[in-house]
């Protein structure tokens, strides 16, 4: 799915309102991956504690939420922007692609909680699109 330019104009619109809990959610968004995904422990077992709320999940969150925002900032072209994290994630750290969409898909739940206002039927089909797309770019690597 390609992005819009209203697409793109709602995906920044709503970064606004919630860059200022990126932290947060990012670490919110990790927790529910790791309990609604178990599998996904496995990329991280050097880690002395995986529950929710452990400071390695929210600051693995925080590392999240940093790649969100610079995806925002290169929505335009997010293969090219997202190259170093795609490299690092296939090369370095070898995660299964499949898991961006997991990840996803676990950040626009924490999304609709926290922003039932701002995360509208239009908003989430932008940000679906672009997790997509972020996704997409993080697994070209993997190629």
Sequence with gaps: MSLS???KETVKDLWGHISA???AIGADALGRLLVVYPQTKIYFLHWPDLSPNSPSVKNHGKNIMSGIALAVTKIDDLKSGLNALSEQ???QLRVDPANFKLLSHCILVVLAI???HEFTPEAHVAMDKFFCGVSLALAEKYR
Excluded: L, V
């Design 114 to 116: 926290r922003f039932p």
């Design 89 to 91: 994630h296939a090369f």
């Design 5 to 7: 330019t209203k697409d």
């Design 21 to 23: 809990s990126a932290d």
